[in-house]
């Protein structure tokens, strides 16, 4: 029988539509998630172990009952805000919890692992397109903790204990094209999800921090990658990893920097729906433009977003909030960010 995949964190919204990926390519998993953030109802396919990568012994019980080929890991912790008021939290979940997975993992012979990098590795880039070899030069814990896997990897590798690629999403959005799961972060932090539920009546406005950058309207650029797109760059990523290809770090984005008007006036095509738009001051820390350069992705990968128009990405996600509207009913959304 052909060995499983265990996916950590996949109750959550990227590690879901993972498991949808992975069922529709007859691809055996087991789904390990303490529920920190995600939700049971998200897991359509594959068995359920509910416990934390704080659990040693229960990864050594996970690893011991089951025949694991390799590991696609999201589970963490992902809030920038909260990285900053609560790091431990950050450095704990992110680091310790995938020390005790990189162990389990070494003390049952699982060698592949695809890691949940993240664009916050680079910091504040100030380059238009920011390829892999910019400057790692995160500014918050959360940030830091992902940069720092990314080099205990990178240490784990080169013992021989394993083989890795790392890869560093930009903006996940848009949802299941099918309607079954969705994005659904509490609270929300994420600028499409937050445009969609204004405009679904059930956030009051939507706020725009900052419209005086050097950006051709003044709003910040962000590269909005379709969930899907992801998780197939995932199993890509894993047959480079079973073909014995080298650990990689790799980019994951379109190479299409959208601003945040342009995101809302999407939206507001999209959804034939108005709302308040609030213009806000500055955030502190937010780079006025994080943009990939995903070109190694697609020459070693052969990876090409297929869904990777804003349009898409937004009416995706958009039959998504419609979804959730009408099973939370209006005006009950959370305070977020955008
Ligand atoms: N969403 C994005 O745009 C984005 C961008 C860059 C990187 N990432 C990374 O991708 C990964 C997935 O992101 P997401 O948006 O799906 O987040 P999510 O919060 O929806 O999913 C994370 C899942 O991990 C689980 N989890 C957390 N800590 C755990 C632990 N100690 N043990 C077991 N399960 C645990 C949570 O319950 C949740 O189901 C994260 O590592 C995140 O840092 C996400």
Known sequence: MAKKILVTGG???IGSHMLKDLKARGLACVVLDDLSTGYAENITHGEFVKASLADPSALGTLFAGHDIGAVIHFAGFSLVGESVTQPEKY?????????????????????????SSTAA????????LIPEDQPLRPVNPYGASKLAVEMMLADYAGAGLLDFTALRYFNAAGADPEGEIGECHDPETHL????LQAASGRRAKIRVFGDDYDTPDGTCLRDYIHVTDLCAAHY???QHLEGGGES???????????SVREVIDCSRRVTGRDFTVEAAPRRAGDPPRLVADSARARDILGWKPGRADLETIIRDAWNWEKKLGQKNGAGKAGEGET
Do not use: C, E, Q
């Open 192 to 195: 499409i999800p937050l445009v």
């Open 91 to 115: 450095w704990r979940n992110n680091l310790i919890g995938t020390k005790n997975l990189l162990d389990a993992m070494a003390r049952a012979g699982v060698r592949r692992l695809i890691f």
């Open 11 to 13: 109750a959550g919204y």
């Open 121 to 128: 590795v680079y910091g504040r880039p100030d380059v238009s």
């Open 248 to 258: 990689l770090h790799l980019n994951l984005g379109t190479g299409a920097g959208y």
């Open 236 to 238: 890509l990523a894993l």
